[in-house]
């Protein structure tokens, strides 16, 4: 895993965190804990019938929306900033922000 950096990551750093397994692992659990969250909230939430729709996507398919939205993760200005060492609560922001844009 790389390390901690204060710097963007270079090209090539980045794309060694997009095949990262173990930090692919840590995107699939704050995705479930997304899930989770989002399976809870109210129907009147907006858009609530499409983020349920992924919700639950994600609770049967984890393995394969961790590797969908792994490259995107990447690219958030917090991983990009901070690396594969990031914190669980930047990772967590940072998964959110990525499920957000595409659902």
């Known amino acids: ?3 901690k950096t204060t710097l963007p990551l270079s090209y090539d750093d980045s794309q060694k965190l997009m095949n990262d397994f173990e930090f692919r692992g840590r995107i699939k659990v704050a ?3 997304f899930a989770a969250y989002i399976l809870s ?3 009147n939430v907006p858009a609530h019938n499409t983020r349920y729709k992924w919700a639950q996507n994600t609770y049967q398919n984890p393995d394969m929306v961790a590797q969908q939205i792994h ?3 990447v690219m958030e200005d917090a991983i990009q900033t901070g690396g594969g060492g990031v914190d ?3 990772l967590q922001t940072a998964v959110e922000s990525t499920i ?3 659902i």
């Open 1 to 3: 895993m790389p390390a």
């Open 100 to 102: 957000n844009k595409i």
């Open 41 to 43: 909230e109210a129907n």
């Open 71 to 73: 490259p995107a993760v």
């Open 31 to 33: 995705a479930l804990h």
């Open 88 to 90: 669980d609560p930047t």
